[in-house]
């Protein structure tokens, strides 16, 4: 049995009973069902930064931290409290993020076009060939049953230029998944954590990297085969939000990743003993082998 508390809570003002209202729900093992934030009516007066912003008070933005780290950290399969903790403790980060980009001419050229990976996008890519960035991205979403406009948008950060950052980051990150061959599972995802916070210093990120592990039947297992590789290849590799994924749909993967420097987990029995990598690394070796594959091979 869920129950649902609405909790009431005003900082500056006692007299605005609506300064805060968060909905948190709790069942018997404390997980969160909901969080929602309604703007204190003062904020209701400020002109909305780009559609769908809700501008939050800095009492708002830490109470929301705390709502959704409670249960994000713990699940990072719950994409909603997820997103809501990745914006809440962006601060500094964020805008060190929106620097990388500058820095690169690609970064720059998708600031400048704003891109967006929609449904859409994923009809014109399921006719290229297998082994190509764009089909190896729809299969990989079909095989989770996953689709790219499933992310949450972004709401709560006040900067459109910020805003966009983190959309990017979002809608990249299955696009993560796809260049490593990691497929949708908890102790993937948090191997995927451990390399964004790597490669991109997300707050986000290293709390999910740390306290998500707790859930795992194998944590040691799993902290010796994926933690080191992650690590190296998130510190050694081109930073990810920089690529502009969206010219490299007929790019072979296997090419992709020698010109972003990284490579995929081949230590030594990480495919036996983790079965949903094993099996995406096997139907590329079988298509490989009726030359169905259009990306050079690799050592494999």
């Known amino acids: 049995m869920t129950l649902a508390i609405p909790l009431e809570l005003s900082l500056f003002d006692p007299t605005s009973a609506d300064f805060l209202v968060p909905l948190i729900s709790f069942s018997a093992y404390f997980s969160v069902k909901s969080f929602t934030m309604r703007p204190c009516p ?6 909305l930064n780009y559609p769908g912003h809700i501008p939050l008070s800095p009492a708002q933005n830490a109470l929301l931290a705390v709502g959704s780290g409670v249960v994000g950290v713990l699940d990072v399969t719950r994409g909603d409290l997820i997103a809501s903790l990745s914006e809440s403790t962006a601060g500094i980060f964020l805008p060190a ?12 050229q998708i600031m400048k ?14 006719e290229l060939k297998r082994g190509t960035l764009g089909r190896e991205y729809v299969e990989w979403l079909g095989g989770g049953g996953l689709e ?11 900067s459109p230029l910020l805003a966009y950052t983190m959309l990017r980051y979002r809608q990249t990150h299955d696009l993560y998944h796809t260049l ?12 995927l954590k451990v390399l964004e916070f790597s490669n991109m210093s997300l707050p986000v990120a290293l709390l999910s990297s740390v306290f998500g592990p707790l859930r795992l039947k194998r944590k040691e ?8 590789w992650a690590l190296r290849t998130g510190r050694e590799g081109r930073s990810l939000v920089t690529v502009y994924w969206e010219k490299r ?10 010109e972003l420097g990284v490579e995929r987990n081949d230590a030594d029995g990480v495919e036996a003993r983790w079965g949903g990598y094993r099996k995406i690394r096997e139907v590329e070796r079988e298509l490989r082998r009726k030359g169905e594959w259009v990306d050079e091979p690799e050592d494999w």
Do not use: C
């Open 42 to 47: 003062r904020l209701l007066t400020r002109k």
């Open 97 to 108: 993020l929106h620097e990388k980009m500058k820095m690169t001419p690609e970064g720059r």
């Open 113 to 126: 076009d704003r891109p967006e990976i929609t449904n859409k996008t994923i009809e014109k890519l399921k």
């Open 148 to 158: 790219p406009e499933s992310r949450a948008p972004v709401q709560y950060i006040d």
């Open 180 to 191: 490593f061959s990691l497929p949708p599972t908890l102790p993937h995802e948090l191997s």
């Open 221 to 228: 297992t799993w902290t010796r085969d994926w933690v080191p």
């Open 249 to 258: 749909w007929e790019q072979g993967i296997g090419e992709l990743r020698r």
